[in-house]
């Protein structure tokens, strides 16, 4: 134990630093519940586990942490690894201590690894326990870092899977939380795992310069310093640490090594925001500054609250000198982030000002429980937090943050709701411009309105940058049509019922169609009706649902159908495919969505062909909607083929070898692949098209899984259908992609 208390006697020491007031007992008191409950517990790397927590609570301390939070930390880990509950850490520890230990243990238990949905779900659940207290997402960072520092310990393969996972998910959440040492540290570390090679290039291109760029560095902080001693201004100046990651991002980027402006960078702390104006003017005195490498953060600070000023000068020698002017407060935020504003009291909690200051947190909060499919919502998580991003302002200066691409649209709808509803136009830098002209930072943006409530164009959902516009709009149709789309959506249920042979009026009864509601997922009956009317949800999908169940409650046999619709086809096995009424019916999978066992299915009657057999969610289903009475419900037989032709579409970094990658991948998980595509854009994306055999919908599934893993792979995609292509029943292909 000797060595685990001289580490929390290091803990004690930091907290006594930037906190002599705090009661310290606690900490001793959870330090001792901590180590008791991991008596015999070791890490991977050998080391007894209270190791790990204390190492956890000494990299809180480097953001000053208060007392609750420190005592959580010690204890994150006792809940999911030991046989103490939640409820034995609130009667000793307090409700709080425990709300935040509860909190870190469920995060734990997120999976971020598997498929779409469970990612998107997982991500949910984080950003709802942020809202709910930032601390916990902090103690979850500080535990991810101890862990990236110690990955060396652990197996190969899971270096790779953890690191990429950091750099996906926890250095993003760094950053907009504003802590920037930690972020950092994160992006270095998964950086090294990754990509091995280009981090030891980097480091060895560093090391190679470092003579050279300490003696800049040090003739400009002697320059620096004469000046401020002539004009009596203070100020702590320093050389900037390099990251790696960020070189390397720049980079691939395609700036060159020597391009890069901040290896050679220096920061300057003054005593306040004047000052750092008076510095920022008696810099480009003395060096010529480099146009449009001044940055005003001060005035437009970033959504995570970091404020600095940032100019590019060319050096004596010619060579780029990047400048960071900042006061001591500033200082403290940009590196703690979030943390900063704990202050250092027990008990203190950042006020509602500050929270509501976070405005990307409360834009995922607020679209994220708009939207249904995985796929949409990890899509708008990375835009919302993780791209790069626009400020301008409104007509009375306040400033907007946005993604990279953004148009008025987005501002009028960030700005408010109503305003994005009847926005008419809008003027940047006073010029009348189109909705679709792109922002860029700086801009002055005024939206145009007018006085009646005519509410936005359908078009407007394909042209905004920002989900939570795209929410919004949609939320908006949704609202204005909801009754009519419900008795729309009732209509078409109902004719599709009688159309098939059903009872309808039996079928429809309201506890049949809650259930079949709960099962997908959707608020109330109204909600699965209005989605059929306004064409968000499959009619077909929807009565195989009620069917299903009805025959469940009722007893009747999927064998013996209660309805005869139409006459036998032309006579043929029934093993893969039953045509619900119909005995011996000619059954052609469609080449336009290639069904798999596992797919929602629906069939149509062609002329002289039999019955072609469908998705559900076919992007040829609109057509054939309009001949419904050609439509037929269909079920998967009890023997299915062993092999299907399965398209797929892989996007990602067009670079050596990513082919090769995705060949080789398909190649040792024995996936036979029938035809290959592949092209390129000037962005540096490839998109490669395969046609591959799959047995079912699962097994296609753990392949799209496995090659979105793959390195500098962004979206791998099923494909339904080829755009302008044709199905077996002469309907034009949409190109429409499934999930």
């Known amino acids: 134990m000797h ?72 204890l994150h880990d006792v809940v999911e690894d030991t046989g103490i509950s939640i409820e034995e850490i609130a009667q000793n520890f307090g409700p709080l201590v425990a709300h935040l230990v509860d909190g870190v243990t469920k995060l734990s238990r997120l999976d971020f690894k598997n498929k779409q949905e469970q990612q998107a779900e997982s991500l949910r659940k984080m950003f709802l326990a942020m809202a709910e207290d930032l601390r916990v997402i902090l103690i979850k960072l500080a535990d991810r870092l101890h862990n990236m520092r110690t990955l060396k ?16 998910i926890y250095a993003p959440l760094a950053h907009r939380l504003g802590i920037s040492r930690i972020q950092w540290e994160l992006e270095d570390l998964a950086f090294r795992y990754l990509e091995p090679e280009a981090y030891k290039d980097i480091a060895t291109k560093v090391a190679a310069k470092r003579i050279d760029r300490e003696a800049i560095i040090a003739h400009a902080l002697g320059t620096l310093r004469n000046q401020l001693d002539e004009v009596g201004i203070k100020a702590d100046i320093q050389g900037r640490p390099k990251h790696f990651y960020s070189i390397y991002r720049k980079m691939m980027a395609g700036r060159g090594f020597d391009e890069i402006f901040d290896l050679t960078a220096i920061r300057l702390i003054v005593d306040s925001v004047k000052d750092c104006y008076g510095v920022l003017g008696l810099v480009h005195n003395v060096w010529r500054p480099i146009p449009g490498r001044f940055k005003d953060y001060i005035a437009m600070p970033k959504p995570n609250l970091y404020q600095s000023l940032h100019t590019t000068v060319v050096g004596e020698r010619g060579e780029p000198l990047e400048i960071q002017i900042r006061t001591l407060e500033m200082h403290r935020i940009a590196e703690n982030g979030i943390a ?48 790069d991003e626009v400020f301008v302002f409104t007509p009375k200066g306040d400033v907007i943050d946005l993604p990279v691409g953004s148009i008025p649209l987005d501002f009028a709808y960030r700005v408010h709701t109503d305003i994005g509803h009847r926005c008419v136009g809008a003027k940047v830098n006073g010029r009348m411009v189109p909705l679709t002209h792109e ?26 940058r920002t989900p939570q516009a795209r929410s919004k709009i949609k939320q908006w149709f949704k609202k204005e049509q909801k009754s009519e789309n419900i008795d729309k959506g009732r209509d078409l249920l109902e004719r599709e019922l009688k159309r098939l042979g059903h009872l309808a009026d039996d079928i429809m009864d309201e506890a049949f169609l809650t259930e079949v509601a709960e099962q997908l997922t959707y608020l109330s009956d109204e909600d699965m009706l209005a989605a059929i009317g306004h064409g968000g949800a499959s009619v077909i999908h929807i009565v195989n649902r009620l069917v299903a169940l009805y025959q469940k409650i009722k007893g009747i046999n999927d064998a013996e159908p209660i309805a005869i619709p139409t006459q036998s086809a032309h006579p043929t096995s029934a093993e893969e495919v039953q045509v619900i009424g119909l005995d011996n019916a000619l059954v052609k999978f469609s080449r336009c969505c290639n069904p798999l066992p596992g797919d929602e299915i629906i069939g149509f009657v062609t002329r002289g062909r039999g019955v072609s057999v469908h998705t559900a969610n076919c992007p040829n289903l609109p057509s054939l909607m309009q001949q419904r009475e050609r439509l037929i419900a269909v079920t998967w037989g009890s023997k299915t083929a062993a092999d299907y032709p399965v398209r797929i579409e892989v996007v990602g970094m067009d670079r050596p070898g990513l082919l090769q990658d995705v060949l080789q991948y398909l190649t040792e ?71």
């Open 340 to 387: 900063a504003h704990w202050g250092y009291k027990e008990g203190a909690r950042p006020d509602k000002a500050f929270v509501s200051k976070l405005t990307w947190l409360r834009s995922i909060l607020e679209w994220q429980q708009e939207l249904r499919g995985a796929e949409e919502f990890v899509d708008g998580l990375r835009i919302d937090l993780f791209a």
């Open 439 to 464: 922002l860029k930072t700086g801009d002055i943006v005024e939206v145009v309105t007018t006085k009646q409530m005519g509410g936005p164009s359908r078009d407007w959902i394909k042209m905004v």
């Open 669 to 739: 998980s024995k996936t036979n692949i029938t035809s290959m595509q592949a092209r390129t854009t000037k962005e540096q994306e490839a998109y490669v098209s395969f046609t591959i055999i799959v047995k079912d919908l699962i097994h296609l599934d753990r392949v799209l899984t496995r090659l979105r893993k793959l390195r500098d792979v962004f979206t791998v995609k099923r494909v339904l259908s080829a755009s302008g292509g044709k199905g077996d029943d002469g309907n034009a292909g949409s190109g429409t992609e499934g999930k």
């Open 153 to 168: 310990f652990r197996p190969q393969v899971k270096q790779k899977v953890t690191a990429k996972e950091t750099l996906d």
């Open 3 to 74: 060595k685990e208390r001289a580490g929390f006697q290091t803990l004690v020491a930091k907290v006594k630093s930037y906190s002599p007031q705090a009661d310290l007992s606690v900490l001793e008191r959870a330090f001792k519940f901590a180590y008791d409950a991991h008596s015999g517990q070791l890490r991977e790397s050998g080391e007894d586990y209270i190791s790990h927590p204390i190492e956890v609570a000494l990299i809180l301390t480097d953001i000053q942490m208060d007392i609750e939070t420190l005592t959580a930390t010690l």
